[in-house]
DNA sequence: CATGAATGAGGCTTCATTCAT
DNA sequence: GATGAATGAAGCCTCATTCAT
């Protein structure tokens, strides 16, 4: 267990806390509370102060671990987009077929997420609905350039890679590698989210995850795979 | 002009603004005001206490035209999918070939935007940017539901629509005509930020739209055209 | 009266205040509670709240006028200014002999101050003890050059210019007379407060006046009058 | 040297701190780190949190010297007192005329500062200038009278005594013998941070350092010497 | 209808301090 | 004795909103 979550945390950029919350039961509790206040009422109205309270702790002690909320979102997403790439790791180990390793890659990246016993501070099942929601508000903001400076997307980076170099695996000559992944990613969290709110932007099928499958068929259609 | 000047407005939901922004100049310089200041500051660090400074009005006279910077950035969403509900009405005129119409559009809807003059209060380009880097936060927030069934997202849903049925024309049996329209929609907005701020998360080649060109060849691949 | 008042008030600089204090009854208030209320618990323990429970109005109404408790200090410092220069030209009016108009003025800039009742919402007793106490941390901290290019310091250089230009009439080749006005000012403000608080450091007599007589026989030793 | 420092220091009134910092590195730390940081940021910015930061140490660990920044403060304008005092010893020693003496003493006021080698932990130069800009907030504050009561102010006062005895020496009938002595003390240092600051409040001339050719030049004037 | 004035509420941030090791 | 962790309290500031003219 020690080893998978340092491959995990450990992939975290350091500047994006000031103290690292793995460290002490209180920083686990805040990212386990974060989760759990978050997903219920979304980044706008979260603050630090409702986040001390529903875990009998101060915004002072909060602030030690992060300077603000866009920062501790920052760090889920991170923590996400870090899981994602352990995902997709093990989701291919040992397989040959660069075609099959694509398409189990975006099933990882699609497919509705399962709570992970492993981490016992993180609900990924919530975390996954915050990432739907929030995620892009971590790049969608002033700060972007700066952050990306600071190596913030790092995690992000490397995943679209990972998958890219997948795809040239199949394609050495296939020109939008990143943008056909990172489509896909946001496009999975888009869809995800349609369909909860605003069904007529989307489709939904009786039985099965549309959501996969059209984009399992997408990457193939668009690679003439088959 | 006053014919497609009402076009593209008399689609906004009345529900949005308190006192309709194009009955008055203050109201005009309202719009012309926050698309300049907005794209500019970005969405969290607007307040109408800075745009009521830069267009030398007070907080209450905005206040009288819309409730919050919310329902503002939603009514410059609408505006701008109207807009695009226009733009593709008019590269869909006297076309009969249903490949050809949904190339036109795919085209009108990943484009870079050029100023349109028809409009003196609101600049395109500046919207554009806005549009990129805001709007999914007219939906991604609490009120998505409530704000949904005021009819908010009707002119989006009616430009998916549009564009859906095209896509069926062309084959009655797929499956995820809506998915694939609003991916591209969101999707033509995510590469277009990721060309500016994160590179490494999309691809660029020289002397071309990338963006344009992926999701043309992306919608043809997936749909078997040519 | 009234043109006495704008006699004073109109030296002030406007960007000292967001809003100008005395075109309101919320303004003057302001201006005599702060006075009131600093000069009791001084400027460090002195903050808005507190000055917004005292006046039964709000933070936010004060943070209308000024941005700061530091600007206000400066106002009432700028007033206190303005009100000395216009002290002094009235102990020199019609007084043909030099030496006896910087006589006057020594006098006017160092005695105590007794209270002016064309003022009713300055205390000037009070704002003396404030300026005697707190007026150097006007120009001590490190906005000072900032504020001295926003020419917040110009009454003062004012006041210091007309009492060194009547020196330049006595001797017109004395070599520091805005060193010796400076110094008489600020050492008066010292030697009051040292009176009260650190007595071993300055020299009281039963009966006189010490600080006045000390100036006036420090600046005619100096410029050999008499 | 162990002799010089224990005279500088041992004057240092034992209240003004918790623990003597001149017992450990770390208090010799805090010194040196207090007078480089306070100098560039200033009294009212200045912090234990950004000072154990900049001394790689901690807020605690400051606490155990000092109870809080004003104290901090006050233990080196005592210190800088004490070093003054030191100063004026040995301008004045074996030197017959009182005259004379006085002028040394004078010179050594108000002249600018020089690097003293003998303490490693206090730069003289920065010292001053702190106490330039901060000192007057070590008395112009609430606590004033407690302090007083405490001894904080002895080695001002003894310093003055001095200088103001050297004065009755020369005329045992002057009358205001300690207020001369502040009023040149704190009078150089207003003037200095005035010809940095506020030239216009000030003197200067070419090549030569008017600040104490004027109080050697206004103490002789007063005393009628020469 | 537009605006100037005022404000209640609450977010954000830091400070000074204590406690446990 | 030194330090890492935690926190209560308070300051500072802005927002969104209402009211009166």
Redesign the pocket.
Known sequence: MIVIHSNIASKINEKVYK?DPL?????KKILSGTIELMSEIGFEDF????LSDSIA?????I??YF???HNLLTYLTMWYWSWLQHKCAIKTINIESSEKRLENVIIALTEPVLLDEQFDYINEVKLHLIVITESSKVYHCKKVDRDNKEGFFLTYKELVEAVASIILEIDKDYQYPHMLVSTIIEGAHHQRFFAEHLPRLTDTHEGVDSVTLFFVQLIKSELKID
Chains 1, 2, 3, 4 share one sequence.
Do not use: V
């Not at 460290?23 to 920083?27: C, Y």
């Not at 702790?57 to 002690?61: D, L």
């Open positions: 103290k460290t002490s039961d209180l920083g603050t630090f102060k409702k702790s101060t915004e002072a002690s602030y030690r300077e603000n909320k």
